[in-house]
């Protein structure tokens, strides 16, 4: 059974940090592009970060210079380090597991950035 678990989110103010965590088991978590998507009220979710099996980072242009992603593949789990926040970064965030033929999803965690 794939489980992908998400933890750390929380509320934070404005330009504070937080790290988010995502352990998988169920999976060879090494043959897997793992990401990150969020998703705000009304919206649909939307990109955020993914770090491909080499450890290749990719991120979108709203958290560039702002968020990290990171990946442990000894403990099969994958970081989102998340800086200067603000309130429009405020949404459930998920984490993925992907390859070319499998697609695996957490059940978020939510993030609020409000003073």
């Known amino acids: 059974q794939v489980q992908l678990v998400e933890s750390g989110g929380g509320l934070v103010q404005p330009g504070g940090s937080l790290r988010l965590s995502c352990a998988a088991s169920?999976?060879?978590?090494?043959?897997?592009?793992m990401g990150w998507y969020r998703q705000a009220p009304g919206n649909q979710r939307e990109f955020v970060a993914t770090i491909g099996r080499d450890g290749n980072p990719n991120s979108a242009g709203s958290v560039k210079g702002r968020f990290a992603i990171s990946r442990d593949n000894a403990k099969s789990t994958v970081y989102l380090q998340m800086n200067s926040l603000k309130p429009e970064d405020t949404a459930v965030y998920y984490c993925s597991a992907k390859t070319l033929t499998r697609e695996y999803w957490g059940q978020g965690t939510q993030v609020t950035v409000s003073s």
């Open positions: 169920g999976i060879t978590f090494s043959l897997y592009t």
